[in-house]
């Protein structure tokens, strides 16, 4: 790795020095409006940043034995529209560790048990406008459970079991229809040879 450019006043980056953190607004589902000042180092004036802070995340990628693999389809608020993702949640409580909430989302959102549970990493997106942690999980040699899935209360959505080259041709349209950490799971998940890609 070679550096080719640098204007830090420091052999190399620094975490800036934060001088006050203020909740401004904290809402439903684990999401607060955040306002830090930092000491910029290198103008060493001291600056305002917002961003949300969201409860930690998950996502877990669902594998049935024959190989096929199980995705939901659901109406997110934000964008208004129509999202495919695999089960997703965050941890509001506090009480359950990611892997446990891996475990229950799994079940809720696609009536599945699994054989395996496989750490996939953790991410960060938006890091400037969002405080968020989403861990990514993979599960293999998934059981359908009697019951078949429980939403929560006024959760609706459907769910479906794709081939690979299904699964690969709905990501490969690239409409923004697919959930930005159910494409990073799937591509940690292929790159680490557990999902095969076509």
Request: charged share 25%; glycine share 10%.
């Amino acid at each position: 790795m070679k550096k080719i450019f640098t204007n830090s006043p420091t052999p190399e980056i620094t975490a800036w020095k934060k001088v006050s953190e203020e909740t401004k607004l904290a809402g439903k589902y684990g999401l607060s409006l955040i306002s830090q000042e930092f000491v910029n180092p290198l103008t060493e004036e001291t600056e305002e940043y917002v961003f949300c802070r969201k409860a930690i995340g998950i996502t877990i990628v669902p594998v049935l034995s024959n190989g096929n693999i199980m995705i939901t389809r659901t109406f997110k608020h934000g964008k208004n529209a129509i999202f495919w993702e695999f089960p997703a949640g965050m941890n509001m409580s506090g009480k359950e560790t990611p892997l446990q909430m891996a475990q229950v989302e799994l079940a809720e959102e696609s009536g599945l048990h699994s054989g395996k549970v496989i750490y996939l990493g953790s991410t960060s997106t938006g890091p400037r406008k969002f405080d968020t942690v989403e861990h990514l999980y993979l599960a293999l040699d998934c059981e359908i459970l009697p019951g078949g899935p429980s939403p929560s209360k006024g959760e609706i959505l459907e769910v479906f079991e794709l081939t690979p080259e299904e699964l690969w041709g709905i990501i490969r349209q690239g409409d923004g229809s697919f959930s930005g950490f159910s494409e990073l799971a799937i591509q940690r998940a292929a790159d680490k040879g557990y999902i095969r890609r076509p």
